[in-house]
């Protein structure tokens, strides 16, 4: 067992009353209870096509426990048949199956995979097919975890298992995409026709088509005078207030492991709640990451000069 996660190691009801809890635990999110402690979750269950299904999903999740072989594999034929039984669509009956089968998925890869791996991101974001079977898997893991125990639930479970989310979801807004932005190709053209041929060739060159995608010709101009000052400082940190309560922070450094729960760390410690990100490594080894968090005490300022100063302590290395 050893270097394996082995997620049934936690469970310490049974089967039946494990899975009631777990669907008392999305309730809690969809009534508001965990608003303070998780507001991405919270947000994403008020978002969710299928509340029905997912309620169902959480339900069903270990149904095939004690079946012999893969108890993912048999409790999604199981959860089918059940929704054939009960009268649901095709359609229902194949998302539910697939969310059974893959209840286990966003765990193996969270914790057992590299994140920074673009690769591993696209396999496991081909897994899921699209953006709402994907907040539906993570809801079912929120909930799945918390039905173990009070404790299942830590600070870092939750930083890996959002920072899968994000970079995942960021993937499939991605091919969604019909907002104002060009395609990559089309971008990193007019960046080459308004910029200097040296910045085109430290910079342009090395901007992934998914984050090309994601910003105005504006904002990616910007960026790459962020990226430059970044070479003479350790961190650069710019915020917009957009409401009383919330901002859009503009994060931008040097690529290191464990950038992610730092970040996200330090935004917990300054009780910033992280509403959506956008996270995105340029192959030069710029991290260019754009936050939108919200601090219910209405004290956004302070918060968040706050967390710049923290951030900027750990990657200098003079916090402890």
């Not at 004690?66 to 009956?93: P, T, W, Y």
């Not at 173990?148 to 479970?157: F, L, N």
């Not at 904002?219 to 309560?245: G, Y």
Request: proline content about 2%.
């Amino acid at each position: 067992m050893e270097g394996k996660v082995h997620y049934d190691l936690y469970h310490v009801h049974p089967v039946d009353i494990h899975s009631i809890l777990a669907v008392r635990e999305l309730r809690k999110l969809r009534e508001g209870h965990y608003q303070r402690d998780y507001p991405l979750l919270t947000k994403l269950i008020r978002e969710v096509e299928n509340p029905g299904i997912l309620f169902l999903t959480a339900l069903l999740h270990d149904i095939g426990k004690g079946m012999g072989g893969d108890h993912s594999f048999v409790g999604a034929k199981m959860a089918k048949r059940i929704g054939g039984r009960m009268g649901l669509s095709l359609e229902d009956q194949q998302l539910m199956g697939s969310l059974v089968s893959q209840h286990l998925l966003m765990v193996e890869t969270a914790f057992r995979r590299d994140l920074h791996d673009e690769q591993v991101i696209l396999r496991f974001a081909n897994e899921i097919k699209n953006l709402n079977s994907l907040k539906m898997l993570y809801l079912i893991t929120f909930a799945d975890i918390k039905a173990v125990g009070p404790e299942a639930w830590t600070s870092w479970k939750d930083t890996l298992l959002m920072e899968l989310f994000l970079k995942t979801s960021r993937s499939f807004e991605k091919n969604d995409m019909t907002g104002p932005f060009l395609k990559g190709e089309e971008m990193a053209n007019r960046l080459r026709d308004s910029l200097s041929a040296e910045m085109v060739s430290e910079y342009v060159e090395h901007l992934p088509d998914r984050y090309l995608s994601c910003y105005s010709l504006e904002e990616i101009t910007h960026h790459i005078e962020m990226a430059r000052s970044v070479e003479r400082e350790v961190l650069l940190v710019e915020w917009k207030v957009e409401k009383k309560i919330e901002a859009k922070v503009t994060i931008c450094t040097k690529d290191r492991y464990g950038l992610f729960s730092k970040i996200t760390g330090s935004m917990f410690l300054n009780h910033l709640n992280i509403l959506e990100a956008q996270i995105h490594t340029w192959e030069n080894g710029i991290a260019l990451d754009t936050f939108w968090v919200q601090d219910v005490t209405k004290d956004i300022e302070r918060r968040l000069e706050q967390f710049k100063k923290d951030l900027e302590e750990i990657l200098s290395g003079r916090s402890l």
